[in-house]
Protein backbone atom coordinates (compact mmCIF):
# COMPACT_ATOMS: atom_id res chain seq x y z
CA UNK A 1 0.00 0.00 0.00
CA UNK A 2 1.06 3.75 -0.57
CA UNK A 3 0.45 5.96 1.77
CA UNK A 4 1.14 9.76 0.96
CA UNK A 5 -1.27 11.07 3.76
CA UNK A 6 0.18 14.56 4.60
CA UNK A 7 1.86 15.08 1.69
CA UNK A 8 1.66 17.88 -0.83
CA UNK A 9 2.60 17.44 -4.37
CA UNK A 10 2.47 19.58 -7.41
CA UNK A 11 1.91 17.69 -10.86
CA UNK A 12 2.36 20.29 -13.65
CA UNK A 13 0.13 19.62 -16.45
CA UNK A 14 -2.01 17.90 -14.68
CA UNK A 15 -5.32 19.10 -16.30
CA UNK A 16 -5.08 16.03 -18.96
CA UNK A 17 -3.67 12.97 -20.06
CA UNK A 18 -0.66 11.84 -17.78
CA UNK A 19 -0.45 14.34 -15.73
CA UNK A 20 -4.48 14.39 -14.87
CA UNK A 21 -3.80 10.80 -14.03
CA UNK A 22 -1.16 11.37 -11.17
CA UNK A 23 -2.92 14.14 -9.77
CA UNK A 24 -6.44 11.45 -9.44
CA UNK A 25 -3.22 8.21 -8.45
CA UNK A 26 -1.63 10.86 -5.95
CA UNK A 27 -5.00 12.16 -4.06
CA UNK A 28 -5.97 8.56 -3.88
CA UNK A 29 -3.01 7.80 -2.15
CA UNK A 30 -3.83 10.68 0.39
CA UNK A 31 -1.55 13.45 -1.06
CA UNK A 32 -3.36 16.99 -1.00
CA UNK A 33 -2.51 17.68 -4.66
CA UNK A 34 -1.90 21.17 -6.32
CA UNK A 35 -2.88 21.11 -10.09
CA UNK A 36 -0.52 22.89 -12.20
CA UNK A 37 -2.04 23.74 -16.02
CA UNK A 38 -1.75 26.32 -18.36
CA UNK A 39 -5.92 26.31 -19.03
CA UNK A 40 -7.74 27.05 -16.03
CA UNK A 41 -10.65 25.00 -16.84
CA UNK A 42 -8.75 21.93 -16.91
CA UNK A 43 -6.86 22.76 -13.66
CA UNK A 44 -9.64 23.26 -12.01
CA UNK A 45 -12.10 20.21 -13.33
CA UNK A 46 -8.92 18.11 -12.00
CA UNK A 47 -9.26 19.82 -8.71
CA UNK A 48 -12.48 19.22 -7.99
CA UNK A 49 -12.43 15.32 -9.09
CA UNK A 50 -9.57 15.30 -6.34
CA UNK A 51 -10.11 17.74 -3.84
CA UNK A 52 -6.94 19.83 -4.75
CA UNK A 53 -5.85 23.21 -5.47
CA UNK A 54 -5.74 24.54 -9.14
CA UNK A 55 -3.13 26.89 -9.97
CA UNK A 56 -3.26 28.05 -13.38
CA UNK A 57 0.39 29.05 -14.71
CA UNK A 58 2.37 29.23 -17.74
CA UNK A 59 5.57 27.34 -17.64
CA UNK A 60 7.38 29.17 -20.39
CA UNK A 61 7.07 32.22 -18.70
CA UNK A 62 10.30 33.22 -16.16
CA UNK A 63 7.95 33.89 -13.15
CA UNK A 64 5.52 31.24 -13.31
CA UNK A 65 7.16 29.77 -10.13
CA UNK A 66 5.76 32.72 -8.03
CA UNK A 67 2.02 31.38 -8.12
CA UNK A 68 3.75 27.24 -7.00
CA UNK A 69 3.19 26.60 -2.85
CA UNK A 70 7.32 26.02 -2.32
CA UNK A 71 6.68 23.59 0.68
CA UNK A 72 5.63 20.42 -1.85
CA UNK A 73 6.91 17.01 -0.53
CA UNK A 74 6.30 15.63 -4.01
CA UNK A 75 7.08 17.61 -7.71
CA UNK A 76 6.27 15.80 -10.31
CA UNK A 77 7.64 17.46 -13.63
CA UNK A 78 5.16 16.49 -16.40
CA UNK A 79 4.07 19.21 -18.51
CA UNK A 80 5.38 19.25 -21.78
CA UNK A 81 4.42 19.79 -26.03
CA UNK A 82 5.54 18.61 -28.60
CA UNK A 83 6.69 19.98 -32.41
CA UNK A 84 7.26 17.79 -35.40
CA UNK A 85 9.53 19.11 -38.01
CA UNK A 86 13.15 19.10 -39.67
CA UNK A 87 15.59 20.72 -38.19
CA UNK A 88 16.33 23.36 -40.95
CA UNK A 89 12.30 24.24 -40.78
CA UNK A 90 12.04 24.16 -37.04
CA UNK A 91 11.24 27.71 -35.70
CA UNK A 92 13.68 28.78 -32.73
CA UNK A 93 11.29 30.55 -30.79
CA UNK A 94 9.38 26.74 -30.56
CA UNK A 95 12.61 25.21 -29.93
CA UNK A 96 13.53 27.73 -26.95
CA UNK A 97 9.37 27.18 -25.77
CA UNK A 98 9.45 23.42 -25.64
CA UNK A 99 13.38 23.95 -23.42
CA UNK A 100 11.56 26.47 -21.45
CA UNK A 101 8.84 23.89 -20.57
CA UNK A 102 10.34 21.03 -20.45
CA UNK A 103 14.17 21.46 -18.82
CA UNK A 104 13.66 25.35 -17.35
CA UNK A 105 10.64 24.57 -15.29
CA UNK A 106 11.45 21.19 -14.08
CA UNK A 107 14.97 23.46 -12.93
CA UNK A 108 12.73 26.29 -11.35
CA UNK A 109 10.30 23.76 -9.40
CA UNK A 110 13.32 21.42 -7.73
CA UNK A 111 15.20 24.95 -7.03
CA UNK A 112 11.99 26.59 -4.96
CA UNK A 113 10.90 23.13 -3.42
CA UNK A 114 14.35 21.01 -2.34
CA UNK A 115 15.39 23.29 0.77
CA UNK A 116 12.11 22.57 1.93
CA UNK A 117 12.58 18.87 1.20
CA UNK A 118 15.89 18.95 2.57
CA UNK A 119 14.77 20.88 6.15
CA UNK A 120 11.89 17.72 6.54
CA UNK A 121 14.70 14.76 5.39
CA UNK A 122 12.34 13.74 2.66
CA UNK A 123 11.11 14.33 -0.93
CA UNK A 124 9.95 12.88 -4.12
CA UNK A 125 11.20 14.17 -7.70
CA UNK A 126 9.42 11.91 -10.72
CA UNK A 127 10.29 13.41 -13.96
CA UNK A 128 8.01 12.53 -16.88
CA UNK A 129 10.62 12.13 -19.49
CA UNK A 130 10.25 9.70 -22.55
CA UNK A 131 11.60 6.86 -24.70
CA UNK A 132 12.88 9.90 -26.51
CA UNK A 133 14.86 10.92 -23.24
CA UNK A 134 16.48 7.47 -24.14
CA UNK A 135 16.23 7.18 -28.11
CA UNK A 136 15.97 9.97 -31.05
CA UNK A 137 13.26 10.11 -33.45
CA UNK A 138 14.04 12.35 -36.44
CA UNK A 139 12.14 15.64 -36.84
CA UNK A 140 11.73 15.84 -32.57
CA UNK A 141 15.01 17.96 -32.28
CA UNK A 142 13.24 20.02 -29.34
CA UNK A 143 11.50 17.73 -27.72
CA UNK A 144 14.14 14.72 -27.80
CA UNK A 145 17.19 17.14 -26.48
CA UNK A 146 14.36 18.54 -23.51
CA UNK A 147 13.84 15.10 -22.80
CA UNK A 148 17.75 14.41 -23.08
CA UNK A 149 18.41 17.09 -20.69
CA UNK A 150 15.52 16.14 -18.08
CA UNK A 151 17.50 12.72 -17.94
CA UNK A 152 20.52 14.65 -16.96
CA UNK A 153 18.76 17.08 -14.33
CA UNK A 154 17.32 14.34 -12.73
CA UNK A 155 20.58 12.27 -12.07
CA UNK A 156 22.19 15.86 -10.42
CA UNK A 157 19.04 16.25 -8.24
CA UNK A 158 19.45 12.45 -6.91
CA UNK A 159 22.88 12.82 -6.33
CA UNK A 160 22.34 16.67 -4.34
CA UNK A 161 19.32 15.21 -2.87
CA UNK A 162 20.34 11.86 -1.50
CA UNK A 163 21.96 12.49 1.82
CA UNK A 164 18.77 14.52 2.46
CA UNK A 165 15.86 12.21 2.21
CA UNK A 166 14.99 13.20 -1.58
CA UNK A 167 14.67 11.12 -4.53
CA UNK A 168 14.77 11.96 -8.01
CA UNK A 169 13.75 9.80 -10.94
CA UNK A 170 12.91 9.68 -14.32
CA UNK A 171 9.82 7.46 -16.15
CA UNK A 172 10.39 7.19 -19.23
CA UNK A 173 7.05 5.97 -21.20
CA UNK A 174 6.79 5.35 -25.13
CA UNK A 175 3.06 6.73 -26.78
CA UNK A 176 0.83 6.96 -23.85
CA UNK A 177 -3.04 7.31 -24.94
CA UNK A 178 -3.38 11.07 -24.04
CA UNK A 179 -5.55 14.03 -26.52
CA UNK A 180 -1.75 14.78 -27.92
CA UNK A 181 -1.27 11.24 -28.83
CA UNK A 182 -4.61 10.98 -30.17
CA UNK A 183 -4.26 14.07 -32.78
CA UNK A 184 -0.73 12.41 -33.61
CA UNK A 185 -2.74 9.17 -34.56
CA UNK A 186 -5.46 11.27 -36.33
CA UNK A 187 -2.57 13.04 -38.57
CA UNK A 188 -0.42 10.85 -39.24
CA UNK A 189 -3.65 8.31 -40.80
CA UNK A 190 -4.54 11.22 -42.58
CA UNK A 191 -1.01 11.77 -43.87
CA UNK A 192 -0.07 8.29 -45.31
CA UNK A 193 -4.05 7.10 -45.74
CA UNK A 194 -3.68 4.11 -43.62
CA UNK A 195 -6.28 3.34 -40.56
CA UNK A 196 -5.43 4.67 -36.67
CA UNK A 197 -4.30 1.04 -36.03
CA UNK A 198 -2.00 0.73 -38.56
CA UNK A 199 -0.51 4.08 -37.46
CA UNK A 200 0.43 3.38 -33.96
CA UNK A 201 1.63 0.00 -34.69
CA UNK A 202 3.61 0.11 -38.45
CA UNK A 203 4.71 4.20 -37.07
CA UNK A 204 4.46 4.87 -33.67
CA UNK A 205 4.75 2.06 -32.36
CA UNK A 206 7.49 0.30 -34.97
CA UNK A 207 10.56 0.20 -32.51
CA UNK A 208 8.55 -1.28 -29.90
CA UNK A 209 7.62 -5.08 -29.03
CA UNK A 210 4.38 -4.59 -27.50
CA UNK A 211 1.59 -2.70 -30.15
CA UNK A 212 -0.54 -0.77 -27.67
CA UNK A 213 -0.88 2.84 -26.70
CA UNK A 214 0.12 2.80 -23.13
CA UNK A 215 -2.56 3.91 -20.77
CA UNK A 216 -2.15 7.36 -18.55
CA UNK A 217 -2.81 4.99 -15.50
CA UNK A 218 0.11 2.75 -15.86
CA UNK A 219 2.51 5.93 -15.56
CA UNK A 220 0.88 7.44 -12.42
CA UNK A 221 1.19 3.73 -10.87
CA UNK A 222 5.21 3.90 -11.11
CA UNK A 223 4.62 7.36 -10.32
CA UNK A 224 2.68 6.57 -6.97
CA UNK A 225 5.41 3.71 -6.26
CA UNK A 226 8.56 6.45 -6.76
CA UNK A 227 7.08 8.42 -4.10
CA UNK A 228 5.74 5.67 -1.77
CA UNK A 229 7.87 4.09 1.48
CA UNK A 230 9.81 0.92 -0.62
CA UNK A 231 11.22 3.41 -3.34
CA UNK A 232 13.80 5.21 -0.57
CA UNK A 233 17.17 3.24 -2.53
CA UNK A 234 15.75 3.71 -5.87
CA UNK A 235 17.28 7.34 -7.16
CA UNK A 236 18.91 8.69 -10.17
CA UNK A 237 17.65 6.30 -12.68
CA UNK A 238 14.98 5.93 -15.73
CA UNK A 239 12.40 3.53 -15.40
CA UNK A 240 11.31 2.73 -19.43
CA UNK A 241 7.73 1.89 -19.86
CA UNK A 242 8.14 1.68 -23.47
CA UNK A 243 6.93 -1.95 -24.55
CA UNK A 244 10.69 -2.77 -25.14
CA UNK A 245 11.64 0.02 -27.45
CA UNK A 246 14.51 0.57 -25.85
CA UNK A 247 15.51 -3.26 -25.61
CA UNK A 248 16.47 -3.29 -29.23
Given amino acids: ?????????????????????????????????????????????????????????DLSQPDFVRA????????????????????EEFPPEVFSKILKVMVEAPFLLARQALPGMYERGWGRIVNISSVHGLRASPY???????????????????????????????????????????????AQAETHGIGRDEVVEQIMLAPAAVKRLIEPAEVAELVAYLCGPHSSSITGVSLPLDGGWTAR
Avoid at 8 to 32: D, E
Avoid at 74 to 82: C, D, P, S, Y
Fill in 140 to 186: KSAYVTAKHALEGLSKVIALEGAAHGVTSNCVSPAYVRTPLVENQVD
Fill in 68 to 87: IPADADIVVNNAGFQHVSPI
Fill in 1 to 57: MIDLSGRRAVVTGAGSGIGRACAHRLAAAGAHVVVVDVQAEAAAKVATETSGTPVVA
